[in-house]
Each structure stands twice: as structure tokens, then as C-alpha cells.
T-cell receptor, first 115, second 108 residues
Framework: EAQVTQNPRYLITVTGKKLTVTCSQNMNHEYMSWYRQDPGLGLRQIYYSMNVEVTDKGDVPEGYKVSRKEKRNFPLILESPSPNQTSLYFC??????????????FGNGTRLTVT | DAKTTQPTSMDCAEGRAANLPCNHSTISGNEYVYWYRQIHSQGPQYIIHGLKNNETNEMASLIITEDRKSSTLILPHATLRDTAVYYCIVTANSKLTFGKGITLSVRP
């Protein structure tokens, strides 16, 4: 089944403890992206990647890192999490974006709580 | 700046058509209109998209006005499982900017 898989689904951690949220897709998609969703603010893009070894900042990249060493995986790294990063996170992927008509496939989300 | 405006909420009866409007008066010639929906904090789900022609797939129909300043998503026979937040998005690149969407409630 074609899907985007995020892990973990739920995570509670403490301020400053490094964590990684994994994202993997099995559709051979070039484009991958991370969003966070907060009440009243909607979904906001954190980082995106057009292809392997190509990443770029979205709207709210501060406090996050990503890497794209292989096509299927796009982990989100919080080096020193803070409470304002408590949020619902979504990973998404799509085929090449050049023609702007490639819909995004989203994972089921990771709910992160930083205390 | 919001590129699209949608009503906050609407409801419809199960089995009836749900017509969800969206205004995008500043849309550019190379921007597509996309619709996604999100059911209770699940990942957003792609529904349909179009440029200027009307589109139909197994989930819905998309009607875009001739001047492209507005569009309507039509769910032909709404079910209770269609209760969700529906997002209308216009974009000419890989970036989707999600607004607040419209909450559709399907009543029995």
C-alpha cells in the first residue's frame, strides 16, 4: 500500500532532549515536506526537500533540522526541543513538483509534547 | 495575506450534495486550485485540483468560474464520514499554504 509513515505517533519529552521524528514513503517520490499544525494557526511548512541532498527552509524552520540522504526518508530533528515546539507534525510527499499538479500525500501525524 | 476565503462552517444532510465555496479573487494565471480535507487531526487528504476546466473524480467535482476568481467543491452524496475541515488552496509551486478551511458537518 502506497503510504507515508511517520514514527512515533505520540511523543512526550522534556526541554533540551534531542529527538528525531522519522518519515518514510514507499512511492519513490522526489518531494518531501514537514508541516506543523497548531490551533488557530493552521498548517505551516517547516522544511522541504525537492530531492536527495536538496533541502530548503519553509515558513517556520527555527529550531528544526532535516536531512535527505536517501529518497524514501526525511527525518525531522529537534536538537534542543522547547515547549513552543509542542505541536502536531505532518510529513508529506509527492512526485516531482515542476508542473505544479502533483498532490501531496500526508502521513498520519506525530503529536509531540515538550514539557 | 490569505489567498483564499472560505466560510467558517456549513452543514448538509446525509445523502444530499454538499457545495463548498471558495473565493480566490487574486489568483494568478499559473496557479492551480487544490482541495484537501482533514478528518479529526488525521493527515490532510487530497481531494481534487484544477487549473481552469471543471474536474471530476471518484470523490468530488470541482467547478471553477470562467474568470477563475472562485470555485466550488461538490460532494455529490455526502455521508457522515465526509464530516471534516475542507481546505481550498491556490498555488503555483510546491508549497501549500493551508488557511483555516471550512468545517463541513454532515447530519443524519
Amino acid at each position: 500500500e502506497a503510504q507515508v509513515t511517520q514514527n512515533p505517533r505520540y511523543l512526550i519529552t522534556v526541554t533540551g532532549k534531542k529527538l528525531t521524528v522519522t518519515c518514510s514513503q514507499n512511492m519513490n517520490h522526489e518531494y518531501m515536506s514537514w508541516y506543523r499544525q497548531d490551533p488557530g494557526l493552521g498548517l505551516r511548512q517547516i522544511y522541504y526537500s525537492m530531492n536527495v541532498e536538496v533541502t530548503d527552509k519553509g515558513d517556520v524552520p527555527e529550531g528544526y533540522k532535516v536531512s535527505r540522504k536517501e529518497k524514501r526518508n526525511f527525518p525531522l530533528i529537534l536538537e534542543s526541543p522547547s515547549p513552543n515546539q509542542t505541536s502536531l507534525y505532518f510529513c508529506a510527499s509527492s512526485p516531482k513538483q515542476k508542473r505544479y499538479n502533483s498532490p501531496l500525500h500526508f502521513g498520519n501525524g506525530t503529536r509531540l509534547t515538550v514539557t | 495575506d490569505a489567498k483564499t476565503t472560505q466560510p467558517t462552517s456549513m452543514d448538509c444532510a446525509e445523502g444530499r450534495a454538499a457545495n463548498l465555496p471558495c473565493n480566490h479573487s487574486t489568483i494568478s494565471g499559473n496557479e492551480y486550485v487544490y482541495w484537501y480535507r482533514q478528518i479529526h487531526s488525521q493527515g490532510p487528504q487530497y481531494i481534487i485540483h484544477g487549473l481552469k476546466n471543471n474536474e471530476t473524480n471518484e470523490m468530488a467535482s470541482l467547478i471553477i468560474t470562467e474568470d477563475r476568481k472562485s470555485s466550488t467543491l461538490i460532494l455529490p452524496h455526502a455521508t457522515l464520514r465526509d464530516t471534516a475541515v475542507y481546505y481550498c488552496i491556490v498555488t503555483a509551486n510546491s508549497k501549500l499554504t493551508f488557511g483555516k478551511g471550512i468545517t463541513l458537518s454532515v447530519r443524519p
